[in-house]
Nanobody
């Protein structure tokens, strides 16, 4: 079974930066895409960013464009999320996800992903 382990979360002040990492281990598979979702207190889970490995295309939610950058290490099945200019509204549990297929129509939908991590908490104070 594939396991996804997130790291890099923490407590920071507004304007600071964090870099989240997600490493996949266990059963090997061809990852078509890996991405990030988040769930803030009292809110539903929302899409943050995804990277399509075959083409190197990246996708971002409007709320994080220009501030967050997704990248990957294909050989290690690892994805990163560089978060700059953090705001209090970025406070959430961040979840890593991986998919063995990619759909341009479903990349922002959780239904596309086969595997999910346990999450890492990001708290941004004002």
């Amino acid at each position: 079974q594939v396991q996804l382990v997130e790291s890099g979360g923490g407590l920071v002040q507004a304007g600071d930066s964090l870099r989240l990492s997600c490493a996949a281990s266990g059963r090997t598979f061809s990852s078509a895409a890996m991405g990030w979702f988040r769930q803030a207190p009292g809110k539903e889970r929302e899409f943050v960013s995804t990277i399509n490995w075959s083409a190197g295309r990246t996708y971002y939610a409007d709320s994080v464009k220009g501030r967050f950058t997704i990248s990957r290490d294909n050989a290690k099945n690892t994805v990163f999320l560089q978060m700059n200019s953090l705001k209090p509204e970025d406070t959430a549990d961040y979840y890593c996800a991986a998919s063995t297929y990619f759909s341009s129509a479903l990349y922002a939908r959780g239904v596309m992903y086969n595997y999910w991590g346990q999450g890492t908490q990001v708290t941004v104070s004002s």
